[in-house]
């Protein structure tokens, strides 16, 4: 465990280049080979827009990779944050600081984003792809890539981690959000086990579908154990599902980057689906 953390303490940016794309490869062949859902359109299109906004995504987090990197030396330096102040073996600080990672700077983040109004018209960008697959994993706008990138820096001053458990946190992060967007048909009996454990792709579509209430569910990044010990965790079986939302129906709207880029600026659009039972219109103003 101490060599794994001491690897990616200098984890070169060629080998989490590696990660990235070869995360994006692998779940490309299989949903490929067995998709939940026969989707109609022109898949390497639908890629190249997401990849731009992965391209922003990789951009903000290396501006503020500084900030990481200094919050992280600093609350080691001073012993400030949750594993630094406990005595446990070095295998269980950094499951903690894993778990932590992922409450702070993953799982709350996305709460706040569907309860904050001007969060919420940043992530609507992630939203608004009707055709889900592993390239929507990072289909976040600038705006939001700003505020993932900060409460990861918070997270890891609640938290205390070092910078190599953050780094295995990012790369996990990354791997295990491909597969959750991935468009892969998953056993019921696999996503039982695996929903125990990790969040799985039959958890986390249910996220996108286009309607209230099961757009504000299932926020979790790599645990589930998030949403079943807050309330948040819905099911809805696959051939009920529907992506992207009901306030932007228009392809338009959500298929070109200059009118995406604008979206965050728009007036807000209450939700005009059925089955609202938390409307979006009475989110709190930042």
């Known amino acids: 465990m101490e060599r794994l953390i001491q690897y990616f303490e200098t984890i070169p940016s060629a080998h989490r280049a590696l990660i990235l794309a070869g995360g994006i490869t ?5 949903e490929s080979a067995l998709p939940l859902f026969q989707f109609e359109y022109r898949k390497v299109r639908h890629a190249g827009l997401n990849f731009f906004f992965t391209l922003t995504t ?76 592993t390239t929507s994993a990072n289909r976040h706008h600038p705006g939001e890539s ?74 979790g990044n790599i645990f589930p154990i998030w949403d079943r010990l807050f309330g948040t965790y819905m099911e809805l079986a696959p051939k009920d599902l529907k992506y992207g939302l009901d306030t932007h129906p228009d392809s338009r709207e959500h298929s070109h980057i200059g009118t995406m880029l604008k979206i965050p600026f728009q007036k807000h659009r209450p939700p005009v689906g059925t089955g609202s039972v938390q409307p979006q219109e009475e989110l709190k103003e930042s």
Not at 67 to 73: E, G, H, P
Not at 161 to 190: C, D, E, K
Not at 191 to 200: A, E, K
Request: include cysteine; glycine fraction near 4%.
């Open 146 to 219: 700003l505020f993932r990138a900060m409460f990861t820096s918070l997270a890891a001053l609640i938290a205390g981690t070092p910078i190599g458990i953050v780094m295995l946190y990012q790369s996990l992060s990354v791997v295990l959000s491909q597969f959750n967007h991935a468009n892969i048909h998953l056993p019921r009996w696999a996503d039982q086990v695996l929903g125990w454990l990790i969040v799985t792709p039959n958890m986390h579509h249910v996220h996108h579908h286009y309607v209230l209430p099961h757009t504000n569910s299932n926020y």
């Open 26 to 30: 692998l779940f490309w062949v299989i």
């Open 58 to 133: 990789i951009v903000v987090n290396f501006l503020f990779a500084v900030l990481l990197v200094k919050t992280c030396d600093w609350v080691v330096a001073n012993h400030i944050g949750i594993i630094q102040w406990i005595s446990l073996p070095f295998w269980a600080e950094v499951i903690i600081g894993l778990l932590l990672l992922d409450l702070v700077g993953a799982y709350f983040i996305h709460w706040l984003q569907h309860h904050v109004k001007i969060m919420w018209r940043f992530h609507i960008i992630h939203h608004s792809d009707t055709y889900l697959d």
